[in-house]
């Protein structure tokens, strides 16, 4: 089991060094608000882009996965849109979008 405390990177002394790809982009692309939700979105984003590792998909089928993998968390900030968009780019950049 892993908690959003477990996703970033760290340093022998415990210090954060690094948030994971999902988490960052979330950041860059101001994903959220009072961020009540986002560890539920880093959790869910985080599992999906460790499940397309394994098994990448084609452009055709995004939308529907990302809303599969996100649309069950609950968001009263943001309505959802930078989170879907943050998700779609970090899929994207990895390499885990086929054409097709
Ligand atoms: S950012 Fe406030 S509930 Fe999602």
């Given at each position: 089991?892993?908690?959003?405390?477990?996703?970033?990177?760290?340093?022998?002394?415990?210090?954060?060094?690094?948030?994971?790809p999902?988490?960052?982009?979330?950041?860059?692309?101001?994903?959220?608000q009072?961020?009540?939700?986002a560890?539920?979105?880093?959790?869910?984003?985080?599992?999906?882009?460790?499940?397309?590792?394994?098994?990448?998909?084609?452009?055709?089928?995004l939308?529907?996965?990302?809303?599969?993998?996100?649309?069950?968390?609950?968001?009263?900030?943001?309505?959802?849109?930078?989170?879907?968009?943050?998700?779609?780019?970090?899929?994207?950049?990895?390499?885990?979008?086929k054409?097709?």
């Open positions: 089991m892993r908690t959003i405390e477990g996703h970033a990177s760290r340093d022998e002394q415990g210090k954060v060094t690094a948030l994971n999902i988490q960052q982009r979330f950041v860059d692309e101001f994903a959220f009072c961020s009540y939700c560890p539920g979105f880093v959790n869910a984003a985080t599992v999906l882009v460790e499940k397309l590792q394994r098994q990448p998909i084609v452009k055709s089928q939308e529907k996965v990302i809303e599969d993998s996100l649309g069950h968390h609950i968001c009263r900030c943001t309505g959802y849109v930078r989170y879907y968009s943050a998700t779609r780019n970090v899929l994207t950049d990895l390499g885990l979008v054409e097709g």
